[in-house]
């Protein structure tokens, strides 16, 4: 039978990941192509993109550049065994990722998903240590509603509660800092909040309690996506990263959502000026269009595996897809999109037009709260008394209804737009935000 790729099918097989699964298959939503800005539907309507797919289309839909990269390596070689063998194209995308990246990051290790890299990024900070000698150091200390994926490490460092509590014991040994959501004193902040940095000395009563020689990691993502954009206060990563240093505990930066031009940098940890021992990725690597996730670490991460005779593995860890070739040409093509087109400088000169957008919603029915940094923006609404998240999932459906995609976490609406985005986009975007906030419950 041919596959039809206009309408849908038996919807009965396929279980949805993260989806009312009951619903959505009694009123199906389809995409069935996209072009830049914006996504068509499998009822012929243009809706656009107000979150780049799941945070990760930065330079937009189908860009030309990137679609003819996979279907030429597609051809020419498509798949290479990752174990003691190579190809160009990665060792080549490695060298882009680490030119565009902070100074003193200089190794990539490829994963193919966010969890993947969480998982890479968690294991590599255990097995640092004992290469160094200090094999005590195991545990991990996570934030409260931080979000690193959905695989055992990942759920155990994050902190959101759906995600965890039907999923038994997780890992042990890990510890979580206090998240560093404030709304009394930060409500309606433009940017970075003035207020919070001392949470981040939460640090220091965990190493008080259980002794910093135990302590492998700390992981955060510099701004908090999944949970509903949470930003760090002013002064806080500065300080994560003096308390880590001084007890000898990696930092690990989760960039999965802030990484390749989210705040109008490359990664967060420019835009903060902060620099971590590794930075997790994925997403915007690929422009979303294949699967692919890297870890960055700094040399001194990488060199400590670097030991023992030459012929012996260094590091037992790696995925069959680590590095693979079209993911790898999709990954090169996408880095030279946001670079030829400036799009990380162009996410800059848009972001104030983009916070005065958002903010204009502060006195629209509902909102509690809004919070913004770079092309980050959340929208936070007062939940239907006894019925948390119903009022933004409405809000949701309404705006697919009216042609806008947003994302909703929580009773938070949180929008991420592909970098290419222009202000009369984000007019249309907000405007119709506004017109379906007042239609809610
Ligand atoms: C900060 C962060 N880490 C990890 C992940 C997991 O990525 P993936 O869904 O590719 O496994 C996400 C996904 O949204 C994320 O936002």
């Known amino acids: 039978m041919a596959l039809d790729r206009k309408a849908p099918n038996d919807l009965n097989a396929f279980w949805m990941p993260f989806t009312a699964n009951r619903q959505f298959k009694k009123n199906p939503r389809m995409f069935v192509g996209a072009k830049d800005m914006h996504y068509t539907t ?12 799941l945070w990760c289309c930065n330079a937009g839909h189908c860009r030309p550049k990137i679609t003819e990269a ?31 990246a902070p100074k003193g990051i200089e190794h990539v290790f490829y994963t193919n998903s966010g ?14 240590h004992r290469a160094k000698g200090q094999g005590g150091r195991t545990r991990l200390i996570g934030r409260e509603r931080g979000y690193h994926g959905v695989n055992f490490g990942g759920i155990s460092v994050g902190g959101i509660v759906n995600n965890r509590r039907h999923f038994g014991t997780l890992l042990a040994g890990v510890d979580h800092l206090p998240h560093t959501h404030l709304p009394e004193q930060n409500r309606w902040t433009k940017g970075q909040p003035e207020h919070g940095a001392y949470l981040a000395d939460d640090l220091e009563r965990l190493v008080a309690l259980h002794g910093a020689e135990t302590i492998a990691a700390v992981i955060v993502e510099p701004v908090a996506g999944s949970t509903g954009v949470i930003l760090p206060p002013k002064g806080y990563l500065e300080k994560l990263r003096a308390i880590t240093k001084k007890h000898g505990i990696l930092l690990i930066f989760d960039e999965v959502i802030t990484g390749f031009g989210r705040l109008g940098a490359p990664f967060a940890a420019q835009y903060f000026d902060v620099l971590p021992d590794m930075m997790t ?5 690929t422009n979303g269009v294949i699967p692919m996730g890297a870890v960055l670490t700094t040399a001194d991460v990488h060199d400590a595996f670097m030991d023992g005779p030459e012929h012996m593995i260094e590091l037992f860890h790696g995925y069959t897809y680590s590095g693979n070739p079209i993911a790898s040409a999709a990954g090169i093509a996408t880095l030279e999109v946001y670079k030829e087109e400036a799009l990380f400088e162009r996410a800059a000169a848009i972001a104030p037009y983009w916070e005065e957008a958002l903010h204009s919603l502060r006195d629209a029915p509902h909102v509690i709260d809004v919070r913004n940094m770079g092309l980050i923006g959340a929208i936070e609404l007062d939940p239907i008394a006894g019925e948390p998240t119903k009022r933004a999932f409405e809000a949701f459906l309404r705006a697919y209804d009216k042609n806008i995609l947003i994302r909703t976490t929580g ?30 419950p």
Not at 70 to 87: C, R, S, V
Not at 412 to 420: D, H, K, N, Y
């Open 42 to 53: 499998s009822d012929g309507r243009q809706v656009l993109d107000g979150t780049a797919g």
């Open 70 to 100: 996979i279907q030429k390596q597609a051809a020419e070689l498509d798949y290479a065994p990752a174990f003691q063998m190579g190809h160009p194209v990665a060792f080549e995308l490695a060298n882009r990722i680490v030119e565009i």
């Open 281 to 285: 990725t994925a997403k915007g690597l």
């Open 411 to 440: 009773d938070i609406i949180a929008m991420s737009p592909p970098l290419m985005i222009e202000k009369h986009h984000i007019d249309t975007l907000i405007g119709t935000l506004a017109d379906v906030l007042k239609t809610l």
């Open 115 to 128: 969890s993947e890299s969480v998982e890479t990024a968690l294991k590599l900070a255990i097995a640092y």
